[in-house]
C-alpha cells in the first residue's frame, strides 16, 4: 500500500464513532475525589487544574474539573462500548506498521462541575488522523478523539485526547551512545542541611551515624527527627567501619556516567545495626556473596589523585570522597 494509499484509507474514519454507548464504572464519588487530590497533590477538592471554570463555591462533594477523564476510564479491563470503527483503524495502521503507541496531549472543556452521585455517560468520536509524521520515536498518525461526557444526561464536558500510532525508530538508529566511563563524572552527593554532618565526617575520614538522645535508637541514612519516637534530638556517633554484606546487585546494564560496569552495589550491615549503600570492593562483583565481611575504607573518585580533601563536595581538586567497603572471600 502507498504512503497516498492509506492516508485515504485513514482518513475516511474521520467523524466516525470511537466510543458508543460509554458508561462510567461508578458514579462520582468522594473516595475517587480524595485519591486524585493527594496524588495530584491538590489541598483542597474542588481546587486544582481548570477551578476556574467552576462557579460554584468549593465543597467537598465537587469534583475537580481536571479529573475529567478519571469518570471515563476503563480500568485494567478496557474502555466498555468501543467502537468498531476504532477498532479498524487501529488494525488498519497496525498492517502498515504502527505498532507502537503513545499518549501525547489532551484539551479539556468544562461545562459545570461534577457532583458526587453524578451518573457518567459518554461517546466519542474520531475527529482527526493526521497525514504521516515522523517524529523522534518514529514514523506514525497522529489520532484525536473527541468525547462528550454527560451528567444525568446533561453535557458537562468535552475530553479531546490525542495518541501517536507509529512504528518504532530501528533499533539502534536512535539509541544514543554508551557515555563515557569517567570517575570525574560520577554523580554528586546532595548535601542538605539534614545529612551536613555526615559528609563533614566524610571528609575526616570518619563514618558518622546518628543516635536519638531521647530514645538511643541509632539511624542510618540522616534525618531530622527519629524514627522510633519522633524526637528531634541526636547525637554522631562514629561507626566502627565493620559489617556485612546484607543484599547486593551486580550493575552491568545500563552503562552509568562514572561507573565501569560491572560494579557492585552492596547493602551493608554495620555492626551497629544500621544499614547503607555504597559500593563493594576487593572481590569481583561476581564473586560477592550475601553474609560476606566487609571493612570500610575511603577512596577519592575523581579529581587529581592524592590531593587533599577539602570538604564534601570535593574542593578544589574537583574529585568526590566516598566511604565504600572492602569485601573479603572466605578461607582467603
Ligand atoms: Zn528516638
Redesign the pocket.
Known sequence: MTVADLSAQLTAYEGRPAVLGGRGRDPVDAAMIRHWCEAMGVQEPGAGPGAESGAEPQRQDVAPPAMLQVWIMGGLSGTVGRATAYEELVALLDRAGCTAVVATDCEQEYLRPLRTGDEITFDAVIESVSPRKTTALGTGHFITTRTEIRANGELVGIHRFRVLRYAPARAGAAAAPAPALSPAERPRPVINRDNAGFWEGVAGHRLLIQR?T????QRFPWLPG??????PLWEAVEAAGEGVVFSYVVMHHPPVPGFGAPFAVGLIELVEGVRMISNVVGVEPGRIRIGMPVTLEFVRYGGRSGGPSRGPSGGPSGGQELPVFRAYEEGL
Open positions: 536519638c531521647a530514645c538511643g535508637r527519629c524514627g522510633e519516637c519522633g524526637s
